[in-house]
């Protein structure tokens, strides 16, 4: 499935696997994020939140998250959004190329991405997304790149969820489970005609 769906007249620049309906963003936090929603289902939490029309930061939580043998499955979710408005261009919405940019610099910072980028777009949105993990503590995260274009602005938002953890919970899909929870809403033309795949 793409990672948009049409929401009541918006683009669900889709973080969860299932496509959102009305009724699910009825049902959840809508945050205001520029000219879109921040959604927020479930049992997640707003710490804080700074919206401005030049930028804004959000930060929320949800529990520990256990599977059916009640181990901890996912450990606490702690995600911070920062998105900022400005003139667009081709280098800002270059998601792959801003990636690889900070790539060394996250690495000598620890943080050790798993798998390769998983990138989508088209002409108005390009998202880039990566799995890995980092210690002291010890924790999983997902970061998000995410450019979206409405002229003569761009909207540059980032977003990093963090899983922390005890001891290695095993093989588990951190992307679905923030996937799950989290979903930006945007009004946008048409969606991305592209399929979710890997970076390069």
Known sequence: MGFASHIAGTISVSFCLLAATPAIAQDAIQVPLFDGVLVLRGEVGLQDYVPDPEGTIATFWRPVLFGTSERPIGGRMDCRLGGVRQEDSDELFDVRARYEENRSRRLNAGLLDEDDPLYEGNDEIARLEVTGRANDPHRHYVLTYLAMRAPPYLYD?????????????????????????????????????????PNG
């Open 157 to 197: 938002i980032r977003l990093n969820c963090e899983f922390k953890h005890l001891n290695d919970p095993g093989d588990v899909d951190y992307a679905a489970i923030m996937h799950q929870f989290v979903d930006i809403a945007v009004p946008l033309a048409a969606p991305p005609s592209t399929n979710f795949q």
